[in-house]
């Protein structure tokens, strides 16, 4: 089994639930939720882990931003910078699932597919 | 170290404010289409090269007919069919930029597939993406000169036939057998290994482009979940199973290696000859700008409307010959229907002290008005404190409108009287370079002999432009 260091994070108003990304991921961590996104879609869904951060799910997917992929989280959730207090700060994931976090400077909550108006350090 | 993280590229809008309806979030394609992940992969490319600013899309007519909704990018939507023709003229006119020609099977193959030929042909520097999906997406599922044999659409209910539509075109080969084209590939949408293929050939072409190699081209074989009837994984599968069969994946040309970078300067047609092309050298004025009493406060946006006959045309044209040599920037656009004489015409015309953007006037600084259903139609787009111009001869009603300038001109009964009915054009000339500042009578007299190069029809055009020029200045008082 390769190792769970990546994470996946569905948009789930981009996504059209073409089911794609569900079945190229070589792990199988993905599925459709029950649930329906304000389109109309049964969006794709993280199952909360085991995501290897390998990204064939990104390239599978036909929408520009329905997924975002942390290559490496570890990584990534300690590079995070707090915008609000502009200070180096740390995330936390508080449900996988839906793809969110939380600022540990602020408090405030994150949304990780959001990823290109949030800043990480170089 | 950076963070690495595959998710939205910079070469796409945050949310897609050109997309009509509330939906701004998503694409307008189906679910699974191919194209989306097409555009990721230029996307992408053209990002990491750093070659963003300078990409110039060429949308087709089909599906991706709006990708400019996506893009973060210069875009031109062409003809149906004429992306590479609209590409060869923009890399030629733009050497540094970027063109890409994105075509779908029906719009490249069927209805463009002479102009790929000759673009290709030529060796143009351009990057051509062809979105093969062997069917008519757009239009709702109907044949495509790529349908595979036996394939059902919408036109071949019992299949395509070889008597009956004969076999599917195989693009990539064709262009392949010409000598200029440098790297031509065919690749597919359809498993993970296949999209890595395939974004490798999205980059190499867009790569041949930046380092002036030639003519790229890269056959896709994408899927049409909803023209096919299939879901997007069973899609995939049929691409892998049927498509592919009929259409071998691979690189069918490549020398991209062997050629030297060409030398796109010399493309261009040097600017300082253009005036001697077209015929304006000898039209070369010398003015006393000083002693020039235009100064047009306001750009104008004029247009022009009556029956063909009228020399509706005309005026526009002459007015930016004028606005021309007034050193003003202008535009002239027509809109007539097919007959030479007695339909509706009409004209639109911008003077400008700065450059334009679009030739199309909506509403109108001064509307001429030369009969009675132009002046009903466009009466309510000129803008307020504008001036209707109207030929009270022809026209047996008034303007409703109070807060624009009322100017009736009785233009064809004074073009009557001096013997031609036909330079009632003139007289409405005479009348705005009266009433109006952005018009220099002694221009407009200079002018005038370069476009009437017969003695006696000069005579009569001067005499109707200084009876509209008097009426303009008494009506101006």
Known sequence: MAKARGLVAVNIEECKGCNLCVVACPVDVLHLADSFNTHGYSPAEYDGEGCTGCGVCYYACPEPGAITVFKNWAEAQEAYICQTKNVPSRLTVTDAVKGLAECEACGQQVVLSNFRSLSFAE | MSVKILGKSKGFYDTYERRPGSNKEQTHYCPGCGHGILHKMIAEALVDFEVAENMVFISPVGCSVFAYYYFNAGNIQAAHGRAPAVATGVKRALPESIVISYQGDGDLAAIGGNEILHAANRGESM???????????????????????????????????LQNEGYPIKMAEIIASLESPVYVERVMLADVRSKNAARKAVRKGIRNQIEK?????????????????????????????????????????????????????????????????????????????????????????????????????????WLSEIGMREDLQVSWIPSYGPEMRGGTANCHVKLSRNNIGSPLVTHPTVLVAMNRPSLEKFEGDVVDGGAIVWDSSLIDVEPQRKDIRNIPVPATKIAKDLGNSRVSNVVLLGVMAGFSDFLDPLVVQRVLPLIFKKKHLLEINLIAFQKGLELGRELSD
């Open chain 2, 127 to 161: 990057t051509v993406f062809f979105v093969n999906n062997a069917i008519y997406g757009m239009t709702g599922g109907q044949m495509a000169p790529t349908t595979l044999i036996g394939q059902k659409t919408t036109t071949t209910p019992y299949g395509r036939t």
């Open chain 2, 213 to 317: 190699k030639g003519f790229s081209f890269i056959e896709v074989l994408s899927t049409c979940p909803t023209g096919w009837k299939m879901t997007a994984p069973q899609s995939e599968e049929w691409i892998k199973t049927t498509l592919v069969e009929n259409f071998p994946l691979g690189v069918y040309k490549d020398i991209a290696d062997q050629v030297e970078p060409l030398d796109l300067s010399s493309n261009l047609a040097p600017t300082e000859r253009v005036p001697k092309l077209i015929g304006l050298e000898q039209d070369k004025m010398e003015f006393d700008t000083a002693a020039m009493k235009i100064a047009p406060q306001i750009d104008q946006e004029i247009k022009i409307a009556g029956f063909g006959g009228q020399g509706v045309l005309s005026l526009g044209v």
